[in-house]
């Protein structure tokens, strides 16, 4: 076994060797020990060195696993690095050194074990026939889970082991199912609602049977239809998204009518800031199917509601994507016939589709979010919504929503009805942690588990890391902000567990624009005074009286890092927003305000920690944690010698706040983010990109 690991560690040290230059190169020498903090062997130990001087190697860095009893040792050329030690379940520890030619220096780690997570990330393991773009995730009444892939495809894997095995193919890009049974499953594809059945019993449906597909589809790449739910009456739900709009040539073929033109024409400088269009029917609603196969147009005004949701009081709701008209991630109650904020849409209501709006009397019009999700903080486009409905199998939030993102993040959701409308709270839940990006499809398991279906295809580079991953409970109570619910002069906050003290609470309450504009900054920001706080004599429940509580805002609360449970642990996540529409009394629109809105702090230089912040939250996904950029979309490489970051800070400036339309290979233009970052956190994230990955100067 010793030798085995030894011939293991020998082969890739020589693969990595192998690519460095010459022995006749400079070269100097990193070496030392990897152990636990209690000078313990760790198995699974690794080192990983990374710096520009590495640059022709994949990410620019060597990795390699840590010899018995614990050492390690790296030849590099001359330069500045990163060097990183990790291993399973212990922090990762990073060290930053220069080496000169010849120069021989130690770096020894003692790395501190992990806090057990109260929740387990696992990836399932896929045949090796399926693509991993799983686009739809499923369980039936017996157990068997069921997924689609945006290859086409069903696949079943049993409820009592790891055996897969393809149910039916041939499909047009399905995005999501309703598992009826292991012979009957229905799927949302592109052009329409289909019931696929196997009806001799040999495990592959035989028969494709079309439900509904009375919308409009063209060839646009970038143009879905989402789904699949349905409700205890045996209604199925659907919604179909916005094509991407460059020009009317893209269109070569439609299904029913085309209508390019906007319905409200953009009359602001520059290009249309959103390319997002309906041109073929019914683009941006949401449809219903009866249980008598009736197509019914159920409700409009989306951009694109990727994720669908009915509760277990069979109400459906539906989440939506930012961009021209959605100021920021929202999810959302509909019910039939109601209008959701983006206008487009409009051209095919056949009583609204002549009449001439402002913009004012199409925000009268709007249905207002249930709950908006701050862009940035969590996430940028948000996935399925699903109850746990578990039993206690997935912990403490029984009742709650959980929905997953197109970033490495799962969100909590906490619904409370306000004079008879939804509104209520939302919780970063899972950031991390292995979660991979994509995560937009979910279903809780009979086990009692979170399955998330994995893609991104078209989007950001994944390196094939896309499927079905599954997050489980550990058993242990996490500690963690449970419930914030409006009271009468404040909020009442309960914790899943004993807190020692009254948490300090910091209050600032904002306003989304809705507006024709790609995106919304946070305005009217205030920080709102706490007058008085009390907690529980069993340190459960925090009320929380405010200064002023008016509707029509966003309320962030975000409790001190140095709150601590009773037994001395932090919160997980110490931060919640509620979305206030209505108040106890029914009121929708705000009074007379005492808090003053302060005057906009003059611009300081970029800050690089701050915006390593900003970049995590908002640019990783598409730009990549190297800086490399994504091969699919065209986001450029920062490090290459000559690239973006050879242009002055004002050009860069401009590109972030402005955007920019895409340039061969690009396929996605860069969006602006002027409406979405302050001024400040563009500065800082530009100052981020310099310090972190500006190319080094060639040769002389």
Known sequence: MIAARFFTTFLIALAGAAKLPAASAPVGRVSGAVRAADGAEIAGAQVRIEGPTLARLENSNIIQKVRPPGRYQ????????????TAPDFEDTKVTL???????????????PLARPPYRVETLALPRAMVGEVSGVAFTPRGTLAVTTRRGEVWMRAADGPRWWRFAAGLYEGFGLVAESESSVVVIQRPEFTRLRDTDGDGVADRFDTLADGWGITGSYHEFTYGLVRDGRGNFYAASGMAQFRNAGDFRWVRGPLKPDQFMPWTGSGPVPDGHRSVAQYQGWAFQVTPAGQ????????????????????????SDCPGAWVPTATFTHV?????????????WHPELKDKKFTPAELTALRRPPSVYLPRGTLGTSPGQPVWDT?????????????????????VRIDLEKVAGAWQGTVFPFLRGQGLRIGGMHNAFGPDGALYLGQTVRGWMSTEGNEGVQRIAWTGETPAELHTVRLAERGFALRFTTAMQAAPEVAVRRFRYLHHPLDGSLRTEEVAVPVTRAALSADGRALSLELLETQPGYVYELALAKSARTRDGRALLNPIAFYTLNRTLAGETQPGPTQL?????????????????????LNCLVCHQADGKGAKQVGTPDYTLAGGPLTKSDAELLAVITDGKAPTPPGVVPMPPWGNVLPAQSIRDVLAYLRATFQPAPPPR
Do not use: C
């Open 295 to 318: 197509q019914i147009p159920f409700a409009f005004g989306f951009r694109q509601p990727l994720g669908l949701g009915v509760s277990p009081d069979d109400e459906l709701f539906i």
């Open 74 to 85: 790296l030849n590099v050329p001359p330069g500045s690095y990163e060097l990183w030690a």
């Open 596 to 616: 003053k809105v302060a005057a906009a702090a003059a611009l300081q230089p970029g800050d690089v920690t701050r915006g390593a912040e900003v970049y995590r």
């Open 390 to 410: 578990t039993g206690g199998k997935f912990g403490p939030f029984a009742g709650q929503v959980f929905m997953g993102d197109v970033s490495s993040l799962i």
């Open 335 to 347: 019910e039939r016939d109601t209008f959701h904020g983006h206008p487009d849409g409009l051209k």
């Open 98 to 112: 220069t080496l000169a030619d010849g120069e021989t220096l130690t770096r020894d780690f003692a790395l501190q």
